[in-house]
């Protein structure tokens, strides 16, 4: 790229040409290694606000005492803006019931996601990637009042105290709200050392105080979504898109469209074709008037159980894989001729939808080479990116409005921003800056969405004479989420196999060979909640329940055993706070059976143990007792409502999750097909945190995994036969 830029110079483009080109060129490449403070951040942000206030770009401070912690990640449901906004109030020392919070505008230079080199929420990494960086934006902020107030009051800085939002000198008897200082403070200039709390005099930090700071206005309809934008001289947009992925349009018949009352334009795009109306009712109608022919010459044309059988060859060596080579991914000792199995076994996942309750959406206003988007963007850099491309400006110059999301679970991020360049394709053609609201139907987003991908495993273990496994063999297909991408690596996509990957049970083995496979299939694959732990949770840790119950084992003894060997400390502290909780060894209520399962997400270890019963062959799990150790739990309440929810969401996929295509075409298109998790089936999830002093890890993600297979295991305990494939309901 270097190369590149020195020619355009040497050629005479301006400046503007070059940061342009320079931007295009690095495209999402930004996300390997990228740190905001670099010259690649600089030409993002370029066009992007600079003007924050004397508190830095997180943190505002009102006259009336009111304090906005600005939040560079986005709020989907998880509740992550309470534990944002407590990281800065507990060092500024605000008064917490005068906190709010809101979102950072899209400037990857000082909002980037210091793990992943732009602006976006993901991997659940918003309180654990903003730990330092908030806490120090509070205690410069606080210096900052600290210094005003000793300046004012003539005081020793020393004597100056802060507490619950106000500014005090105990000798003098002065005091002041942070409201009344503001003016003061903000002639002070900041410290960009300022120093921290010792944790152990946290007072907001770790408590029951720290509770979400939006509960009323979603609870009352007044917080703000994409969908309920209103904007002056707003059109709707709907897109058709091919029945099949990857397929073309050749041509379109839109007489019966424009005959629709509130129709206004019909055109084609890159992804589609566009019909753009004056309701979302007119919107829709048109396009089912719409007439399409579609070239689906090199369009996926297989079924989901083509594709699982070939993935099964694949992986037994009874299909040629090409040019795809094995990558290992684990790999221990030196494997030989594998002995007599103690088991093996293979597990099949399917397809799964995001399914989020709000779809997709984006309103996009473009004039020219201006453009703004508003919506719930999970990647605010990636959309400036991509819009930048089509509009032709600097991707800093790109505006982007984000609100809160009904749900995501991954789908709103993903490098090529699918509907958000939708919507810019479309308010581009209309043109003059008039906005366009992108809606995507329920069926939009399940036919023309992105997938958790289809995965296959197959294992062979032998096992030494105490029952723990001697040699462990496992091969792995799935597509690639990361292949083609900035983000790709030649050899080795670690989301398909992160959780088998480096797991303690592979660290007890002496023999590993584990390898994964990535066959090239024409759906669509994004990252879906826990990513690659939706499946190697399952695996690994029904697996080892098999093999407990060969070796004549409790399980839960079991893998305290093979914990002590490879030193998984936080394993075994996890499982045995669950354990302990849920009355493991002694018999459960009547009809029930228990199960346990622990895994490692996201720097976290959750340990669940579930009751289990069956109900007209269905699993009905009751109680489901969680233990979780991520690190400094900073908003307790908001840990046990992610484990609930990820729970929830983990069980859902579990008993009913499925996407099927039928020689390429999607099968299911709304809830009627897709199955969710009703009230009724929702368990009683307790929540039990392991004390820990280390920095805070993932919360969004981690409860998700561990479910299905302690249902799986307590299936076992039942004596019903190994689970080799989900969901459990077959239909």
Same mark, same amino acid.
């Given at each position: ?10 050629? *005479? ?160 008897? !002065? ?34 105080? $720290? ?37 073309? $349009? ?28 004056? =309701? ?49 991914? &684990? ?38 080479? =201006? ?58 053609? $209309? ?52 292949? *083609? ?13 992160? *959780? ?30 826990? $990513? ?68 490692? =997400? ?12 069956? &109900?007209?062959?269905?699993? !009905? ?64 999830? &307790? ?45």
């Amino acid at each position: 790229m270097t190369k590149i830029l020195d020619r355009m110079a040497a050629e *005479g483009a301006t400046r503007r040409e070059t940061l342009t080109v320079a931007a295009t060129l690095v495209g999402g490449a930004l996300v390997v290694g990228c740190s905001p403070a670099n010259v690649m951040g600089d030409i993002l942000s370029l066009g992007a606000t600079k003007d924050f206030g004397p508190f830095g770009p997180f943190i505002k401070v009102e006259p009336n005492g009111w304090v906005t912690v600005i939040c560079k990640h986005i709020e989907v449901g998880q509740g992550n803006h309470a534990g944002l906004a407590a990281l800065a109030a507990e060092e500024l020392d605000a008064d917490w019931a005068k906190v709010k919070t809101e979102h950072a505008a899209a400037n990857a230079k000082v909002y980037a996601n210091s793990a992943m080199g732009v602006q976006g929420t993901g991997g659940s990494s918003a309180i654990s990637n903003s730990w330092l960086q908030l806490r120090t934006a509070g205690a410069a902020a606080r210096a900052m009042f600290v210094q005003a107030a000793a300046t004012k009051w003539n005081a020793p800085v020393g004597e100056v105290t802060v507490q619950n939002g106000v500014v005090a000198h105990a000798k003098s008897g !002065k005091q002041a709200g942070l409201g009344d200082l503001v003016a003061d403070a903000a002639k002070v200039p900041p410290t960009t050392t300022p120093t921290l709390k010792d944790p152990k005099t946290f007072t907001l930090i770790g408590t029951d105080r $720290v509770r979400r700071k939006d509960s009323v206005a979603k609870s009352t309809g007044t917080a703000l979504y994409t969908q309920d934008v209103q904007l002056p001289n707003m059109l709707t947009a709907m897109v058709a898109h091919a029945p099949k992925f990857g397929g073309k $349009v050749v041509s379109f018949d839109d007489k019966a469209t424009r005959q629709v009352p509130g129709v206004v334009e019909v055109f084609q795009i890159p992804s589609g074709v566009a019909v753009v109306a004056e =309701s979302t009712w007119a919107a829709r109608q048109g396009r089912d008037a719409l007439k399409v022919n579609w070239d689906l010459s090199k369009t996926e044309s297989r079924s989901t159980d083509q594709l699982a059988q070939w993935y099964r060859d694949l992986a037994a060596g009874k299909a040629a894989a090409g040019d795809l080579k094995w990558a290992a991914f &684990e790999a221990r000792g030196a494997p030989s001729a594998p002995g007599a199995a103690a088991l093996e076994t293979t597990y099949d996942f399917p397809y799964l939808a995001h399914a989020t309750m709000e779809p997709m959406n984006c309103v996009a206003i473009v004039n020219g080479a =201006s453009c703004k988007l508003i919506s719930a963007s999970q990647s605010p850099t990636l959309d400036q990116l991509n819009a930048a491309k089509i509009v032709g400006n600097l991707p800093g110059n790109i505006e982007v409005q984000t609100l809160f999301a009904g749900g995501s679970f991954g789908r709103r991020t993903n490098f090529q921003s699918d509907y958000a360049a939708e919507a810019v394709h479309i308010a581009k053609t $209309v043109g003059h800056g008039r906005p366009v609201k992108l809606v995507w139907t329920r069926e939009d987003d399940m036919r023309a969405g992105y997938y958790r991908p289809m995965v296959h495993h197959a294992l062979l273990i032998t096992t030494d004479k105490d029952g723990f496994p001697a040699s462990w063999r496992q091969r792995v297909v799935t597509q690639s989420i990361m292949k *083609g991408s900035p983000m790709g690596t030649p050899k080795l996509d670690s989301t398909s196999v992160e *959780g088998a990957m480096g797991s303690p049970y592979l660290k007890a083995t002496p023999v590993v060979d584990a390898q994964v496979l990535s066959p090239d299939v024409g759906v669509p694959v994004l990252w879906w909640r826990s $990513v690659g732990a939706t499946h190697t949770a399952f695996v690994m840790e029904h697996t080892i329940d098999q093999l407990a119950r060969k070796a004549g084992r409790d399980p839960v003894d079991y893998r305290r055993a093979l914990y002590a060997k490879a030193g998984a400390n936080r394993h075994l502290a996890v499982l045995n706070l669950a354990a302990q909780n849920a009355g493991w060894g002694r018999p459960p209520p009547a009809g029930w059976t228990r199960g346990a399962a622990v895994h490692e =997400s996201f720097g976290s270890v959750v340990a669940q143990i579930a009751e289990v019963k069956l &109900e007209n062959g269905v699993p !009905k799990v009751g109680r489901v007792v969680t233990a979780i150790d991520c690190g400094t739990p900073i908003a307790r309440d908001q840990i046990a409502a992610q484990m609930e929810g990820g729970t929830c969401l983990g069980l859902a996929a579990a008993l009913y999750g499925k996407m099927t295509l039928k020689d390429g075409a999607v099968q299911e298109g709304n809830f009627d097909s897709y199955r969710v998790l009703r009230n009724s089936e929702a368990p009683t999830v &307790e929540t039990y945190i392991v004390p820990s002093s280390n920095p805070p890890s993932g919360v969004g993600e981690p409860g998700t995994p561990v479910i299905a297979p302690a249902v799986a295991n307590a299936l076992l305990a039942m004596g019903q036969p190994p689970t080799t494939s989900l969901p459990f309901v077959k239909t």
